[in-house]
T-cell receptor, first 112, second 113 residues
Framework: GQSLEQPSEVTAVEGAIVQINCTYQ??????LSWYQQHDGGAPTFLSY????GLEETGRFSSFLSRSDSYGYLLLQELQMKDSASYFC?????????????FGAGTQVVVTP | DTAVSQTPKYLVTQMGNDKSIKCEQN?????MYWYKQDSKKFLKIMFS???????INETVPNRFSPKSPDKAHLNLHINSLELGDSAVYFC????????????FGQGTRLTVV
C-alpha cells in the first residue's frame, strides 16, 4: 500500500513563513506534487518535484528528498489569500501507475 | 474559456435516485479522472480513463459507472444513490497517465437526502 502524511493544520500571521511537510510511503515513486484548494474551490496545481532539491515559484518553494521519502512546501511572505488547504500528491508507480494519490491536506490559516 | 467544466455544480436528490454528472475538457489531454472529496477534504481517486479507455478503477461500488464517449468527455452515472454518496465530486484531466499536473473542474456538490 501507500500513504502520505502531512500536518492537519498550520496557523501563521501575515508576512510569516510556513513549511508544510509531507512524508510518503509508496511501492514506486515518480515525484511529488503540491496543490492548493480554497474553500469551495477546485484543487489547483502549485509545483512538482521529480528530482531531489528545491523548486522555486515566486513566494512558494517545494523541496524533495527521495532518500528520506520526504518533501515540503514553503510558503513565504504569507498573505491572507494564502489561507487554503494544501495537498501533497504522489505520482506512483507499479500497479498504481497513472494514479495521482493525494495526502489528507493541510489547512493553512493566515491571521492578520 | 473553462479548461475543465463539469455540470451540475450542485445536486440535491433523494436516496434511491439515479443521477449523472457531466465533465468536459478542452485542453486536448489524453487522461481524465473522477475524484471524490469527503467532508474531511480527503481527495480519493475513483476512476481514470486514458483515450476513452478505463485504466484505473478503485474500489468503488458498481453503482458508479463512468462513461467516456470521447477523450474530451468523462461522465459519471450513479445508480441507487445512498446517503454516504454525499460528497464533492471532481473531474480532472492531465496530459497523460500519471502526469503530475492535473487540472480540476469546479466540483459537483452532491447531497443525498
Amino acid at each position: 500500500g501507500q500513504s502520505l502524511e502531512q500536518p492537519s493544520e498550520v496557523t501563521a500571521v501575515e508576512g510569516a513563513i510556513v513549511q508544510i511537510n509531507c512524508t510518503y510511503q509508496t511501492s514506486g515513486f515518480y515525484g511529488l506534487s503540491w496543490y492548493q484548494q480554497h474553500d469551495g474551490g477546485a484543487p489547483t496545481f502549485l509545483s512538482y518535484n521529480g528530482l531531489d532539491g528545491l523548486e522555486e515559484t515566486g513566494r512558494f518553494s517545494s523541496f524533495l528528498s527521495r532518500s528520506d521519502s520526504y518533501g515540503y512546501l514553503l510558503l513565504q511572505e504569507l498573505q491572507m489569500k494564502d489561507s487554503a488547504s494544501y495537498f501533497c500528491a504522489v505520482r506512483d508507480g507499479g500497479d498504481s501507475w497513472g494514479k495521482l494519490q493525494f495526502g489528507a491536506g493541510t489547512q493553512v490559516v493566515v491571521t492578520p | 474559456d473553462t479548461a475543465v467544466s463539469q455540470t451540475p455544480k450542485y445536486l440535491v436528490t433523494q436516496m434511491g435516485n439515479d443521477k449523472s454528472i457531466k465533465c468536459e475538457q478542452n485542453l486536448g489531454h489524453d487522461t481524465m479522472y473522477w475524484y471524490k472529496q469527503d467532508s474531511k477534504k480527503f481527495l480519493k481517486i475513483m476512476f481514470s480513463y486514458n483515450n476513452k479507455e478505463l485504466i484505473i478503477n478503485e474500489t468503488v461500488p458498481n453503482r458508479f459507472s463512468p462513461k467516456s464517449p470521447d477523450k474530451a468527455h468523462l461522465n459519471l452515472h450513479i445508480n441507487s444513490l445512498e446517503l454516504g454518496d454525499s460528497a464533492v465530486y471532481f473531474c480532472a484531466s492531465s496530459q497523460e497517465e500519471g502526469w503530475p499536473e492535473a487540472f480540476f473542474g469546479q466540483g459537483t456538490r452532491l447531497t443525498v437526502v
